[in-house]
C-alpha cells in the first residue's frame, strides 16, 4: 500500500509557529512518527509539504500517476479556500483523509468551512498531531 502525506501552508513552521495553538512538534517529528509507524505495517510512505497550492496540486497528480492508494492531508488555510485543491481530489479520485491539529471548529468562524470534508473519507480535527498518527492507523485498518 502506498500512502502519500501532503501538508500545506505554513506547516513547515510547526514547532514554532503558534505553538499555544500548534503544539512544539516540528512536521519532521511528524514524519519520523509516520515512517516508523508504516514501516509496521509495510506500508509505503512518502511526504510533500508545500506553500503553494499549484505545489499541492501537481504532487496530488503525481500521486495518481505512481498509483498512491490513499492520502493524509493537512491542507492549512487552503482547506478554506482551494476548490482548486478540491477539483484536484475529484479528478484523481484518491480517497482521503483530512486532518487537523487544532480544532477548526472553536476558532474563527471563517476557519469552519473546508473545501474538502465532504468529499474525504474521514476528518480529524482538533486531536493535536497525534492526528496525522490516527489517520494512518484508520487506513492501515481499512486495508
Known amino acids: 500500500m502506498k500512502i502519500l502525506v501532503l501538508n500545506g501552508p505554513n506547516l513547515n513552521l510547526l514547532g514554532t509557529r503558534e505553538p499555544e495553538i500548534y503544539g512544539t512538534e516540528t512536521l519532521h517529528d511528524i514524519e519520523d512518527k509516520l515512517t516508523t509507524k508504516a514501516s509496521e505495517s509495510a506500508v509505503d510512505i512518502d511526504f510533500f509539504q508545500s506553500?503553494?497550492?499549484?505545489?499541492?496540486?501537481?504532487?496530488?497528480?503525481?500521486?495518481?500517476?505512481?498509483?498512491?492508494?490513499?492520502?493524509?492531508?493537512?491542507?492549512?488555510?487552503?482547506?478554506?479556500?482551494?476548490?482548486?485543491?478540491?477539483?484536484?481530489?475529484?479528478?484523481?479520485?484518491?480517497?482521503?483523509?483530512?486532518?487537523?491539529?487544532?480544532?477548526?471548529?472553536?476558532?474563527?468562524?471563517?476557519?469552519?468551512?473546508?473545501?474538502?470534508?465532504?468529499?474525504?473519507?474521514?476528518?480529524?480535527?482538533?486531536?493535536g498531531t497525534a492526528g496525522y498518527e490516527f489517520a494512518l492507523s484508520s487506513i492501515t485498518r481499512r486495508g
Do not use: C
Open 51 to 127: 506553500n503553494s497550492e499549484d505545489g499541492l496540486i501537481d504532487r496530488l497528480h503525481q500521486a495518481k500517476k505512481d498509483s498512491v492508494d490513499y492520502v493524509i492531508i493537512n491542507p492549512g488555510a487552503f482547506t478554506h479556500t482551494s476548490v482548486a485543491l478540491r477539483d484536484a481530489f475529484l479528478g484523481t479520485n484518491i480517497p482521503f483523509i483530512e486532518v487537523h491539529i487544532s480544532n477548526i471548529y472553536s476558532r474563527e468562524d471563517f476557519r469552519k468551512k473546508s473545501f474538502l470534508s465532504d468529499i474525504s473519507t474521514g476528518l480529524i480535527t482538533g486531536l
